[in-house]
């Protein structure tokens, strides 16, 4: 699963294909930290080559217990289903 979205970095480089590359969680918080990482275009991923950049996001309530509650299974699709509710990632489609 990942999320394709063309984003143009301030080096002005186009990413195209996002992964999360780690998604890990803080319970007494109710926190939830996804870095994902962006590469030129799914083949590049495929290929094996490198993320070209990493994105941090930090996911607190309200939005944690709608996302990543200790009931909710799925965790990482729900990362991506929380990412297309961002603004950079609105409109993203699901590949």
């Known amino acids: 699963m990942a ?3 063309s984003i143009n970095l301030p080096s002005g480089i186009t990413v195209t294909y996002w992964r999360v590359v780690s998604l890990t969680f803080h319970y007494p ?3 939830a930290y996804i ?3 962006g ?3 799914k083949q590049m991923r ?4 490198p993320y070209i950049t ?6 607190k309530d309200p939005k944690y217990s709608l996302y990543f509650s ?3 299974t799925d965790s990482r699709a729900n990362a991506y289903n929380y990412l297309k509710t961002t603004s950079e990632f ?5 590949i």
């Open 70 to 72: 200790q009931f909710i």
């Open 90 to 94: 609105e409109n993203a489609m699901d």
């Open 39 to 41: 590469y030129s275009s």
């Open 46 to 49: 495929d290929d094996g080559g």
């Open 54 to 59: 990493l994105r941090a996001i930090t996911v």
């Open 35 to 37: 870095r994902i990482g």
């Open 29 to 31: 918080l109710q926190t």
């Open 3 to 5: 999320l394709e979205k």
